[in-house]
């Protein structure tokens, strides 16, 4: 699975949007872009994912860009409990590959009132 | 969504003891479980991959004598520590996909581990 990158750690506002990118430039023609949450001492959390195409759920917005090499997670208001450290994760999507998630470093967001 | 459960969520053991951590799904059939491992501040890490009623496939580093998972039934799956020691202290993490072109991960809450 392709390797991301991104940043250790942001902060954003409350009742902001919070912008999280994450580089993937190595990322394959069938590798999809997940995006997880570990909120403290808690297991992850899916949030959304996507393959080519823009998509939006009740939690957030996911932006790939035309070329697939980067994407942003938008949380359109970001309230305290959305801090949280954020993972990007590139994978393929198939039984043999036994879709293993492997985790990188992850963005750390700290929500401030 | 999908539910994993994880049972104890946090336990104290003294050096030298095993300790048994269970993981269930439990409203769908998990045909395949995995077991990550998290340091305080550090990311997770996939120690094992278990697909019900087959031997469980470690990943590098991890030794499969120290970390026994059975994943005997489509809803169990169970990691014992054997012999803990303090360096096992950890927050394990569970989680489970239900195949049958369910390729989707569900996570555990986790389960805090101190060896004492």
């Known amino acids: 699975d392709a390797k991301t990158t991104q940043p250790p750690s942001m902060d954003c506002a409350e009742g902001r949007a919070a912008n999280l990118p994450c580089n993937h430039s190595?990322?394959?023609?069938?590798?999809?872009v997940y995006w997880y949450r570990q909120i403290h001492s808690q297991g992850p959390q899916y949030i959304i994912h996507?393959?080519?195409n823009n998509e939006t759920n009740e939690m957030a917005s996911l932006i790939i860009t035309e070329d697939r090499k980067s994407s942003t997670l938008i949380l359109p208001h970001a309230t305290l409990r959305d801090t949280a450290v954020y993972y990007c994760?590139?994978?393929?999507?198939?039984?043999?590959?036994?879709?293993?998630?492997?985790f990188g470093g992850g963005t750390r967001v700290l929500v401030k009132p | 969504g999908a539910v994993v459960s994880q049972h104890p969520s946090r336990v104290i053991c003294k050096s030298g003891t095993s300790v048994k951590i269970e993981c269930r799904s439990l409203?769908?059939?998990?045909?395949?479980m995995f077991w990550y491992r998290q340091f305080p501040k550090k990311s997770l890490m996939l120690m094992a991959t278990?697909?019900?009623?087959?031997?469980?496939?470690?990943e590098q580093g991890v030794e499969k004598d120290k970390f026994l998972i059975n994943h005997a039934s489509l809803t169990l799956s169970t990691l014992t520590v054997t012999s803990a020691h303090p360096e096992d202290s950890s927050f394990y993490i569970c989680?489970?996909?239900?195949?049958?072109?369910?390729?989707?991960?569900?996570f555990g809450p986790g389960t805090r581990l101190t060896v004492t």
């Open positions: 278990s697909n019900e009623g087959s031997k469980a496939t470690y």
């Open positions: 994760i590139v994978r393929v999507v198939r039984a043999a590959a036994g879709n293993k998630l492997t």
């Open positions: 409203d769908f059939q998990a045909t395949t």
């Open positions: 190595t990322i394959s023609g069938n590798e999809y």
């Open positions: 989680s489970a996909r239900a195949g049958s072109g369910n390729y989707e991960q569900y």
């Open positions: 996507g393959l080519k």
